[in-house]
């Protein structure tokens, strides 16, 4: 953005060039954390953060890329989900963000 101004949030997620849309699982994804997806346009694996676009480089292995967001999510203290080639969510890890209150 011009001047160093942040663009307000909320609104539609922004999306870099590489992100694709993983379809209505989306929406589950707090605000925030860290997503691991294919790339279908590019073939590769990449992170983003949920409400924001894309982070870090892209990866050929699906095991560099989820080290590489679950270390982000480590460093923000949020969720870290990692979806499967087909879309859907694979596996999550909280790293400090639970947003369930379980009792016990």
Known sequence: PRGGRTPPRGGPPARGPHASSSGPEEDT???????????????????????????????????????????????????????NLDGTIGERDSHGHDPRDVAG
């Open 29 to 83: 994804v707090p605000q925030g954390d860290i997503e691991t997806f294919h790339d279908r346009e590019s073939g590769t694996w990449r992170n983003r953060i949920e409400g924001g676009g894309t982070i870090g480089r892209s990866h050929d292995r699906k095991d560099y890329a989820v080290e590489d967001g679950r270390n982000a999510a480590r460093q923000r203290g949020v969720e870290h989900i990692v979806r």
